[in-house]
Nanobody, 115 residues
Protein backbone atom coordinates (compact mmCIF):
# COMPACT_ATOMS: atom_id res chain seq x y z
CA UNK A 1 0.00 0.00 0.00
CA UNK A 2 1.38 3.36 -1.04
CA UNK A 3 1.86 5.67 1.90
CA UNK A 4 3.45 9.09 2.41
CA UNK A 5 4.12 10.40 5.91
CA UNK A 6 5.37 13.94 6.34
CA UNK A 7 7.03 15.28 9.50
CA UNK A 8 9.34 17.99 10.77
CA UNK A 9 7.11 21.03 10.68
CA UNK A 10 6.69 23.50 13.49
CA UNK A 11 6.69 27.12 14.57
CA UNK A 12 9.77 29.10 13.63
CA UNK A 13 10.70 32.77 13.59
CA UNK A 14 11.36 34.59 10.33
CA UNK A 15 14.87 33.81 9.17
CA UNK A 16 14.86 30.43 10.85
CA UNK A 17 15.25 26.95 9.44
CA UNK A 18 13.36 23.67 9.40
CA UNK A 19 13.99 20.29 7.83
CA UNK A 20 10.97 18.36 6.60
CA UNK A 21 10.94 14.61 6.04
CA UNK A 22 8.67 12.43 3.94
CA UNK A 23 8.80 8.70 4.59
CA UNK A 24 7.51 6.69 1.65
CA UNK A 25 5.99 3.23 1.90
CA UNK A 26 4.80 0.80 -0.75
CA UNK A 27 7.06 2.08 -3.52
CA UNK A 28 10.68 3.05 -4.08
CA UNK A 29 11.37 6.78 -4.16
CA UNK A 30 14.17 6.47 -6.69
CA UNK A 31 11.74 5.08 -9.29
CA UNK A 32 9.64 8.24 -9.35
CA UNK A 33 9.95 11.97 -9.62
CA UNK A 34 9.01 13.11 -6.11
CA UNK A 35 8.36 16.52 -4.73
CA UNK A 36 7.06 18.87 -2.08
CA UNK A 37 3.84 20.82 -2.28
CA UNK A 38 2.27 23.31 0.12
CA UNK A 39 -1.13 24.77 0.79
CA UNK A 40 -1.59 28.02 2.65
CA UNK A 41 -4.91 28.98 4.24
CA UNK A 42 -7.39 30.07 1.59
CA UNK A 43 -5.06 29.21 -1.27
CA UNK A 44 -4.67 26.33 -3.68
CA UNK A 45 -2.01 23.71 -3.26
CA UNK A 46 1.18 24.63 -5.11
CA UNK A 47 4.36 22.87 -6.08
CA UNK A 48 7.45 23.90 -4.14
CA UNK A 49 10.23 21.62 -5.33
CA UNK A 50 10.81 18.25 -6.94
CA UNK A 51 13.62 15.88 -7.78
CA UNK A 52 13.74 13.68 -10.85
CA UNK A 53 13.98 9.92 -10.74
CA UNK A 54 16.57 9.59 -13.46
CA UNK A 55 19.50 11.78 -12.54
CA UNK A 56 18.38 13.62 -9.43
CA UNK A 57 17.85 16.94 -11.18
CA UNK A 58 16.12 19.35 -8.82
CA UNK A 59 13.52 22.00 -9.52
CA UNK A 60 12.31 24.87 -7.33
CA UNK A 61 9.53 27.39 -7.39
CA UNK A 62 10.88 30.91 -7.82
CA UNK A 63 9.56 31.84 -4.39
CA UNK A 64 11.86 29.34 -2.64
CA UNK A 65 14.85 29.20 -4.95
CA UNK A 66 18.09 29.76 -3.08
CA UNK A 67 16.45 29.11 0.30
CA UNK A 68 15.12 25.54 0.09
CA UNK A 69 17.01 22.37 -0.81
CA UNK A 70 15.37 19.08 -1.73
CA UNK A 71 17.14 15.77 -1.31
CA UNK A 72 16.36 12.09 -0.93
CA UNK A 73 17.92 9.12 0.82
CA UNK A 74 17.19 6.06 -1.28
CA UNK A 75 18.38 3.68 1.42
CA UNK A 76 15.87 5.15 3.88
CA UNK A 77 13.26 5.72 1.16
CA UNK A 78 12.85 9.22 2.55
CA UNK A 79 12.56 12.64 0.95
CA UNK A 80 13.77 15.81 2.68
CA UNK A 81 13.27 19.53 2.35
CA UNK A 82 15.79 21.79 4.06
CA UNK A 83 14.19 25.20 4.46
CA UNK A 84 16.38 28.17 5.37
CA UNK A 85 15.71 31.89 5.65
CA UNK A 86 12.05 31.19 6.24
CA UNK A 87 9.52 33.94 5.63
CA UNK A 88 5.98 34.42 6.93
CA UNK A 89 4.69 33.69 3.42
CA UNK A 90 6.16 30.18 3.70
CA UNK A 91 3.49 29.38 6.29
CA UNK A 92 1.47 26.43 4.98
CA UNK A 93 0.82 22.74 5.31
CA UNK A 94 3.55 20.91 3.41
CA UNK A 95 2.95 17.65 1.59
CA UNK A 96 5.03 15.29 -0.51
CA UNK A 97 3.81 13.37 -3.55
CA UNK A 98 4.80 12.07 -6.97
CA UNK A 99 4.07 14.93 -9.38
CA UNK A 100 3.82 12.66 -12.45
CA UNK A 101 1.95 9.81 -10.72
CA UNK A 102 -0.02 11.35 -7.88
CA UNK A 103 -1.06 9.06 -5.10
CA UNK A 104 -3.11 9.58 -1.98
CA UNK A 105 -2.06 12.67 -0.07
CA UNK A 106 -0.64 12.26 3.41
CA UNK A 107 -1.68 14.33 6.39
CA UNK A 108 0.98 16.93 5.70
CA UNK A 109 3.08 18.83 8.22
CA UNK A 110 2.30 22.36 9.37
CA UNK A 111 4.96 25.03 9.00
CA UNK A 112 4.26 28.35 10.69
CA UNK A 113 6.69 31.24 10.31
CA UNK A 114 5.89 33.99 12.76
CA UNK A 115 7.53 36.23 15.30
Amino acid sequence: QVQLVESGGGLVQPGGSLRLSCAAGGFSLHNYAIGWFRQAPGKEREGVSCISSSDGTTYYADSVKGRFTISRDNAKNTLYLQMNSLKPEDTAVYYCNRPLALTNWGQGTQVTVSS
